[in-house]
């Protein structure tokens, strides 16, 4: 399981929404996103304090990415102290607005017991939400709560199925697991799951 680090978020959707933000408080919306970009600019120079600082700033006015980019800067110690509770809070803020990564990194949280109690039933319910929104490493997350049985009864299907697209989304590994799973199945078990996996893709995921 990973944490999605800032970088990988891409400077131009945070400037976007930070621009969205801005024209939500009635701020001048050129200083708004140039200081969204100093904060991006700082975090990639790791100068973590300064970015920390004007991310923070940017979280405290609503920024579900700003929310997320202060979670993993709690989480990595960078910055600031590291701070699991901390955190978990950040992300669950910016996953409540519906981002997916945090809303992985918030399963992740709860499946690990970081910063809250470990709590299975929480991790899965946030896997679920972000996978339906595409995101490759959730959906490898619910594919192995599937295969393992954790909070949901083990289904090789739906977890062939999950491991399927999450691979399809570029998740690390999730073919072997997908590969290996399917020495487990029937011819058949693996026509249903590649069936559901067609079925899920045409719904862009959503009520899978």
């Given at each position: 399981?990973?944490?999605?680090?800032?970088?990988?978020?891409?400077?131009?959707?945070?400037?976007?929404?930070?621009?969205?933000?801005?024209?939500?408080?009635?701020?001048?919306?050129?200083?708004?996103?140039?200081?969204?970009?100093?904060?991006?600019?700082?975090?990639?120079?790791?100068?973590?304090?300064?970015?920390?600082?004007?991310?923070?700033?940017?979280?405290?006015?609503?920024?579900?990415?700003?929310?997320?980019?202060?979670?993993?800067?709690?989480?990595?110690?960078?910055?600031?102290?590291?701070?699991?509770?901390?955190?978990?809070?950040?992300?669950?803020?910016?996953?409540?607005?519906?981002?997916?990564?945090?809303?992985?990194?918030?399963?992740?949280?709860?499946?690990?017991?970081?910063?809250?109690?470990?709590?299975?039933?929480?991790?899965?319910?946030?896997?679920?939400?972000?996978?339906?929104?595409?995101?490759?490493?959730?959906?490898?997350?619910?594919?192995?709560?599937?295969?393992?049985?954790?909070?949901?009864?083990?289904?090789?299907?739906?977890?062939?199925?999950?491991?399927?697209?999450?691979?399809?989304?570029?998740?690390?590994?999730?073919?072997?697991?997908?590969?290996?799973?399917?020495?487990?199945?029937?011819?058949r078990q693996i026509e249903?799951?590649?069936?559901?996996?067609?079925?899920?893709?045409?719904?862009?995921?959503?009520?899978?």
């Amino acid at each position: 399981m990973m944490f999605e680090s800032a970088e990988k978020r891409g400077e131009g959707r945070m400037q976007l929404r930070s621009v969205i933000i801005a024209l939500a408080i009635g701020m001048n919306t050129g200083v708004f996103a140039g200081g969204f970009d100093d904060a991006s600019a700082a975090y990639g120079a790791k100068d973590y304090r300064t970015a920390f600082s004007r991310w923070m700033f940017f979280a405290e006015q609503g920024s579900s990415d700003a929310q997320y980019n202060i979670g993993l800067m709690y989480f990595y110690g960078q910055g600031v102290r590291r701070d699991y509770a901390q955190a978990a809070k950040w992300y669950l803020v910016s996953a409540q607005q519906g981002d997916a990564y945090a809303q992985n990194n918030i399963g992740m949280m709860y499946h690990q017991g970081y910063g809250v109690p470990q709590d299975y039933y929480q991790a899965l319910k946030w896997y679920r939400l972000a996978a339906e929104q595409g995101l490759g490493e959730a959906q490898h997350n619910l594919a192995r709560y599937y295969h393992k049985g954790k909070s949901v009864l083990k289904d090789h299907v739906q977890a062939h199925a999950w491991f399927n697209l999450a691979a399809m989304n570029g998740a690390v590994n999730a073919a072997q697991e997908r590969d290996a799973l399917a020495e487990e199945m029937t011819p058949r078990q693996i026509e249903e799951a590649q069936k559901f996996a067609r079925d899920c893709l045409s719904r862009d995921y959503k009520g899978c």
